[in-house]
């Protein structure tokens, strides 16, 4: 996916209805989740109504950018956007998924200070702007945003296999990273995160949860 490159944000302007005044430099930790726009023409600014998703690891888990350096609400946004840029990590090695475009314009940033005060940044041309956290929140697989492929989690009575490829996989992972079967093939999976489950032999919700708890069931195609 091309990355959209702008001009790396100044400090965060002051506003009268969204103060942006951060705590003494402290050297504790600040945590940094990015949202990604997801609209159409997200690229020229933030609306409320956009629909924005969470950056996460390639696994479907959380990915919060760490800045420990003395720092501030609005130096560490400015931190998150250069590891956002893939331009270095952040102070716990983290670099940016290689499959979530680049931070740009119209995307935002929740920074928690170490009082756990979270503030919420919109990426502007040049600087942020303090904004209410985002209201309309959507998954990142299968946004523009990311590369990233999902599939759906075929659990059968004898065997599973990756709704994207078609090639067999263990039930119990989170995406398909290995081939199972009788010629396993360690990492040649397609990659896909399972985010649904169904069944090529009509077994039960109940029977395919009993695998799988953590995810919902989708559809089954009867045999």
């Known amino acids: 996916m091309t990355a959209t490159t702008i001009t790396k944000p100044a400090a965060a302007p002051q506003t009268p209805n ?5 705590p003494e430099p402290s050297g504790d930790a ?19 109504a956009h629909p924005m998703a969470e950056v ?13 350096a003395p720092t ?5 946004a400015d931190a998150a ?22 931070v740009s314009v119209g995307d935002v940033v929740a920074v928690t200070a170490p009082d756990t005060t979270v503030t919420h940044l919109t990426v502007d041309d040049l600087g942020f702007t303090a904004v209410d956290k985002p209201a309309h929140l959507v998954p990142i697989e299968g946004t523009r945003a990311i590369s990233r492929k999902a599939a ?12 994207g490829c078609g090639e067999p996989t263990s039930p119990h992972d989170s995406h398909h990273k290995d081939i199972s079967g ?26 395919m949860l009993k695998v ?11 045999a």
Do not use: M
Not at 18 to 22: G, I
Not at 57 to 63: E, L, N, Y
Not at 72 to 76: D, G, I, K, N, Q
């Open 18 to 22: 969204h103060p942006t005044s951060s």
């Open 30 to 48: 600040y945590t940094v989740t990015v949202y990604v726009n997801t609209a159409d023409h997200s690229f020229s600014g933030y609306k409320p």
């Open 56 to 68: 996460t690891q390639p696994d479907g888990t959380p990915f919060p950018l760490t800045f420990t």
């Open 72 to 76: 501030t609400v609005e130096r560490a």
């Open 81 to 102: 956007f250069v590891v956002g840029n893939r331009q270095g990590c952040d102070d716990q090695g983290h670099a940016w998924p290689s499959d979530v475009r680049s």
């Open 152 to 163: 759906v989690l075929f659990i059968n009575l004898f065997d599973s296999r990756c709704g």
């Open 182 to 207: 009788y010629w396993p093939k360690r990492g040649g999976g397609c990659g896909a995160r399972f985010t649904t489950l169904a069944s090529d032999y009509n077994l039960t919700d109940e029977q």
């Open 212 to 222: 799988r708890p953590d995810l919902p069931v989708h559809t089954r195609t009867p």
